[in-house]
């Protein structure tokens, strides 16, 4: 359970409004992520796993996600387009060398909570401060205004 009752506020809203509290934190990643501080702690509230199939056909069940949550806890982190991982495989074929100086750099936070819903897993994570990407994901969702789609409110 989330301790600070942030998803709780937000998932009992949007059902009090007889919406479904499914679309938080689905999409672009921290984009739509509800932050929140705790003091000088910086938190991000997402959307870890559902059901659907993903952006690349593939459908990981949040059953068998939130089963492994302890190592998801232990080992997981927040990151920029999986290039914690990915950056080590993204070699230049010529010299053998990383194409990105130091896959490390692109983590911007730990998971700290997972919580099973009805039909999502939602994480929340804690962001760095006073790291390059993680300062720069942090201003991203916490003041710019993402521009207006097309045909949405027009």
Do not use: C
């Amino acid at each position: 359970m989330v301790v600070d009752g942030v998803v709780d506020a937000v998932v009992a809203e949007r059902e009090a409004e007889g919406q479904s509290a499914d679309w938080l934190f689905v999409g672009l990643d921290f984009l739509k992520a509800t932050p929140h501080t705790e003091g000088e702690r910086r938190f991000v509230h997402f959307e870890a796993s559902n059901d659907a199939l993903d952006q690349e056909g593939e459908r990981i069940l949040k059953s068998a996600l939130f089963a492994d949550r302890a190592f998801y806890l232990e080992k997981g982190n927040i990151d920029l387009e999986h290039l914690t991982i990915l950056g080590y495989r993204m070699v230049d074929p010529a010299t053998g060398r990383l194409l990105i100086k130091n896959p490390r750099d692109y983590e911007i936070g730990l998971r700290v909570e997972v919580r099973d819903t009805a039909h999502v897993i939602f994480a929340k994570g804690e962001i760095y401060r006073g790291h390059e990407q993680a300062d720069k994901i942090w201003h991203s969702i916490t003041t710019q205004k993402p521009p207006p789609q097309p045909g949405v409110g027009t």
